[in-house]
């Protein structure tokens, strides 16, 4: 395999101090990779050791094949450039100035750049939206149009490998799009290696063929998005909660943090047994806030495909389900009520009624029978607005209001006293 970039077991240290361990991957020409992880895991060290500007303890990198200390200066910056994380520059060149300093690895000693030179800092300028501040003092800049005219100079350089540490940091929404999709561009029209440190996970999941996930100053994982942006990797890596969902717009991954694993009670998670009755979708705030929270939380009686059902799995509740758009059937209502059994609390959430689920109500019901604490969700509907059985919903609700439902305007209610 013909490797843009091999990496083999490299430890890098800062004054006797490990920040690298045992780093090993391979990138093949042409790919896009980010990489990722908490703050001070090590990512702009791993990519200063990939552009050759530290030495390692150990281990080697080599760049299409060759070991990278063996290039001379320019030869290795025709192979790669770096868009350093740190954009300032202590001199007052011009923006065209900088620009051009990527055409050095092509300048031969004394003499002038040419046509051609001007001609790439030119379209380098105009690719990155910075041709207008061409003659503009550098330093007198904003920091992200800064940051737009340092990448600028790396297309200038015409490299084969662009490393860019956090390229987006200093942009705006608008200007970080336009910047990966002219990264991509270049990926894909010219097979530019592209590999950057980036926080944006989703960003990352969007745009990357691989991924690489570091903490400590290790590999957590590598591969495909798919394989990289897991529940169980985002939580070792960034001690984070998170749901892992598809994007159906941009057909990549996303995560949607739930909350910190250390900002949860973790008594409380041991203690108090939460029972949803959910469906149609009416339960996403109140699963992932209860989750959050810590609570032990089951759900039920939700049919297999319904958007309640999947965050369920999702957050790996127990589950108790029916097959998909069938009416509750005696055995999932008596699971339901085993659930609600040794259950502290159920929650009911504002699901429409109908023939199909009027069992759910009964179910809640019978947990207030049992002695259970019931609370009703009521936070869009009023409850009478959504019962589709001809009132036989709305006299059951009727009663529990007798028996003692507490009716709460939203989970946060529950989660502040409970
Ligand atoms: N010049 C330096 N001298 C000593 N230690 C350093 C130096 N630069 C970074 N470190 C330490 O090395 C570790 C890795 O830092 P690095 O900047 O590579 O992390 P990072 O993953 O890029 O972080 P961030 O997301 O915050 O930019 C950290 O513990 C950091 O404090």
């Excluded at 290696?193 to 590598?222: F, P, Q, W």
């Excluded at 798919?226 to 159906?248: D, F, M, Q």
């Excluded at 002695?371 to 001809?390: A, H, I, R, S």
Aim: net charge neutral; hydrophobic share 35%.
């Amino acid at each position: 395999m013909n490797y843009a970039l091999e990496v083999e077991n490299l430890n890098f240290a800062y004054r006797k101090q490990l920040v690298l361990k045992d780093i090993s991957f391979f990138i093949e020409k042409g790919q896009f990779i980010s990489i990722i992880g908490p703050n001070g895991s090590g990512k702009s060290t791993l990519l200063k050791n990939l552009s050759n500007l530290y030495n390692p303890e150990s281990g080697f990198i080599k760049v299409y094949g060759k070991d990278i200390k063996k290039y001379r200066t320019k030869e290795l910056a025709k192979n790669i450039s770096l868009v350093p994380q740190d954009t300032t520059i202590s001199y007052d060149f011009t923006v065209f100035d900088i620009v051009m300093m990527g055409r050095f690895p092509y300048l031969d000693r004394f003499k002038k750049e040419n046509e051609k030179d001007f001609k790439i800092v030119a379209e380098a300028l105009k690719k990155t939206n910075t041709f207008h501040l061409r003659n503009r003092n550098i330093n007198e800049i904003s920091g992200g149009e800064r940051q737009r005219v340092i990448i600028a100079r790396a297309l200038a350089q015409e490299s084969e490998i662009i490393f860019l540490d956090e390229p987006t940091s200093h942009l705006d929404i608008n200007h970080q799009i336009d910047l990966l999709n002219l990264l991509k561009q270049l990926n894909e029209e010219k097979g530019t290696t592209i590999i950057l440190v980036i926080h944006d996970i989703n960003l990352a999941c969007r745009y990357s063929d691989k991924i690489i996930l570091m903490d400590k100053g290790e590999i957590v994982s590598k591969g495909t998005p798919i394989e990289v942006i897991t529940r169980k990797n985002i939580e070792k890596a960034y001690g984070l909660n998170v749901i892992v969902e598809e994007n159906p717009y941009t057909d990549s991954l996303y995560i949607v943090p739930l909350s910190l694993n250390n900002s949860i009670d973790q008594n409380k998670k041991r203690n108090k047994k939460i029972h949803v009755i959910a469906g149609g979708g009416t339960s996403g705030e109140i699963l992932s806030k209860l989750e959050e929270k810590g609570y032990d939380v089951s759900v039920g009686v939700v049919n297999v495909g319904d958007s309640d059902w999947q965050l369920a799995k999702k957050l790996s509740l127990d589950v108790v389900d029916e097959r998909p758009f069938s009416a509750i059937s005696e055995k999932s209502f008596k699971e339901n009520m085993e659930a609600i059994g040794k259950s502290d609390v159920v929650i009911l959430s504002s699901i429409p009624y109908g023939e199909g689920n009027l069992k759910n109500l009964e179910a809640a019901y019978n947990g207030l029978k049992m002695g259970k604490k019931v609370y009703l969700v009521n936070k869009y509907t009023k409850y009478d607005k959504f019962d589709y059985t001809e009132g036989e919903g709305l006299k059951i609700l009727e009663s529990m209001k007798k028996d003692g439902l507490i009716i709460i305007n939203s989970i946060d209610q529950f989660t502040k006293e409970g």
